[in-house]
């Protein structure tokens, strides 16, 4: 940062200020995670969500401007920005943003939507040059999306509306009956070349997994595309899924829009429907302050489940067991502008 052409001569010194404040945010992290990680049922949902707040802080301070250091922020934003509701279970208890006079959202998770973006797509790109063997390749294949961009709700969000759009806890909520909000799938891109280099083909192949319908129209609804491009789609419906095959030939992969995602696998990417408005890191957030703000001061709700060990422990000790490995690796996407991904 302190190499940057940008920064004049005279700001270094501050520059290394905020070097130090993120280094610290990060070390903090690693405290509070190492806690959770030792930690049983009644407090590591809270240590999780202050490790969070620590990573939330590495990425404003990363981002941000130097008004945007701890001595310096706006006093809007020194609080958690979230307000606990109460819920008859824990599950359906919510959280709602805080917002300044303007509308804005305020508190540490304001500030932190502020710069918080969704990751690129990605596809596994198969290129055929003449008669020769194909090659086989991970690229983006859409722009960055800022937070700020898509409107965020009015309304609270709940504990399982988080768990509803976290990857990790898709199979587990399934298993218990409970529906996910996210449509899993993979995109492809197809492209053939001829002796001069010449692009002759391309196709961009979109495919959703079987899912439930309500949720898959809601993903299918954010292909938006000019009706002049028609005859560039080819639409195949197997049983409860969803194949969408696009002529990237012709001028038409240069408009309209498509679901953003949340990352998975090689082969596998999590479509998003009308939750976009957060990304996988912010229903960590938002999931994570519910949980913890309940063991802190809701503890007559969690030591009535933890009493019959109900799903709301089991899905909420999954949400911290991934929070604690898959949360760094997010954040560490955003600041090295990259899709880490499992191979």
């Keep these: 940062m302190r190499q940057r052409p940008d920064i004049p001569p005279g700001q270094r010194s501050n520059v290394k200020k905020q070097i130090h404040q993120l280094s610290f945010s990060l070390t903090q992290a690693k405290e509070f995670f190492k806690s959770a990680e030792a930690s049983g049922p009644t407090t590591r949902a809270l240590q999780t969500y202050y490790g969070l707040t620590a990573l939330a802080n590495v990425k404003i301070l990363w981002e941000g401007t130097g008004d945007d250091c701890f001595e310096?922020?706006?006093?809007?934003?020194?609080?958690?920005?979230?307000?606990?509701?109460?819920?008859?279970?824990?599950l359906n208890f919510g959280a709602e943003p805080k917002r300044y006079l303007d509308r804005s959202l305020s508190g540490l998770f304001g500030l932190w939507h502020k710069y918080a973006t969704h990751i690129p797509q990605y596809a596994e790109?198969?290129?055929?040059?003449g008669y020769e063997s194909n090659s086989s390749a991970l690229r983006a294949v859409s722009s960055v999306t800022r937070l700020s961009e898509i409107t965020f709700p009015s309304n609270h969000l709940t504990l399982l509306e988080c768990l509803r759009h976290i990857p990790a806890l898709q199979q587990s909520l399934s298993a218990y009956g409970i529906?996910?909000?996210?449509?899993?799938?993979?995109?492809?891109?197809?492209?053939?070349?001829?002796?001069?280099?010449?692009?002759?083909?391309?196709?961009?192949?979109?495919?959703?997994?079987p899912s439930d319908e309500e949720i898959r129209l809601g993903v299918m609804e954010k292909f938006l595309f000019p009706a002049q491009y028609f005859e560039d789609f080819n639409i195949i419906s197997p049983p409860n899924g969803i194949i969408l095959n696009i002529d990237t030939i012709r001028p038409s992969e240069k408009h309209g829009s498509s679901p953003e995602t949340f990352s998975g696998d090689r082969n596998l990417c999590y479509f998003i429907g009308d939750g976009d408005f957060l990304n996988e890191f912010g229903y960590y957030h938002i999931g994570l302050y519910i949980a913890g703000m309940i063991t802190r001061y809701h503890p007559t709700y969690w030591i009535k489940e933890l009493q019959i060990n109900s799903i709301a422990t089991a899905?909420?000790?999954?949400?911290?067991?991934?929070?604690?490995?898959?949360?760094?690796?997010?954040?560490?996407?955003?600041l090295?502008?990259?899709v880490f991904i499992y191979d």
């Design 72 to 90: 310096r922020r706006n006093g809007r934003y020194n609080a958690h920005g979230l307000e606990l509701k109460l819920g008859d279970q824990v």
């Design 125 to 129: 790109s198969i290129d055929q040059h």
């Design 179 to 209: 529906k996910p909000n996210l449509v899993r799938g993979r995109i492809q891109l197809q492209n053939s070349f001829d002796t001069n280099e010449n692009r002759t083909r391309g196709t961009r192949t979109y495919t959703l997994h």
């Design 315 to 334: 899905l909420v000790d999954e949400l911290v067991d991934s929070a604690l490995t898959r949360v760094p690796l997010l954040v560490l996407s955003l």
């Design 336 to 338: 090295e502008r990259s």
